[in-house]
């Protein structure tokens, strides 16, 4: 499977953006989807999940209330909407695959998923 992530960029404290994934090689709609991010000198974070139904979604408490994850499996797309965005979100963002298809739980380990994007970066600052 490949996933390529795009929409990040400069973002000033308060500011929005929303980040795109594209998913193509295998089917979409069966795999739950997340988003995780890493700053540097810091170890890759889980930051948001939705599951491959679209029927449930699952938070990072450093970002509940500000982002939301959503899924179109007619587009085979993964989007992350950041608002609200503070400089300690600055970081590579990356979206991944979950390794198991049809997962019950929503899953949240960087070992849980087998395929990732490239990342995209988001920078807050003004």
């Known amino acids: 499977v490949q996933l390529q992530a795009s929409g990040g960029g400069l973002a000033q404290p308060g500011g929005s953006l929303r980040l795109s994934c594209a998913a193509s090689?295998?089917?979409?709609?069966?795999?739950?989807m997340g988003w995780f991010r890493q700053a540097p000198g810091k170890e890759r974070e889980f930051v948001a999940a939705i599951r491959w139904s679209g029927d449930s979604t699952y938070y990072a408490d450093s970002v509940k209330g500000r982002f939301t994850i959503s899924r179109d499996n007619a587009k085979n797309t993964v989007y992350l909407q950041m608002n609200s965005l503070e400089p300690e979100d600055t970081a590579v963002y990356y979206c991944?695959?979950?390794?198991?298809?049809?997962?019950?739980?929503?899953?949240?380990?960087?070992?849980?998923?087998?395929?990732w994007g490239q990342g995209t970066l988001v920078t807050v600052s003004s």
């Open positions: 090689g295998r089917t979409f709609s069966g795999r739950t």
């Open positions: 991944a695959s979950d390794s198991i298809p049809y997962r019950f739980t929503i899953a949240t380990m960087t070992t849980d998923y087998d395929a």
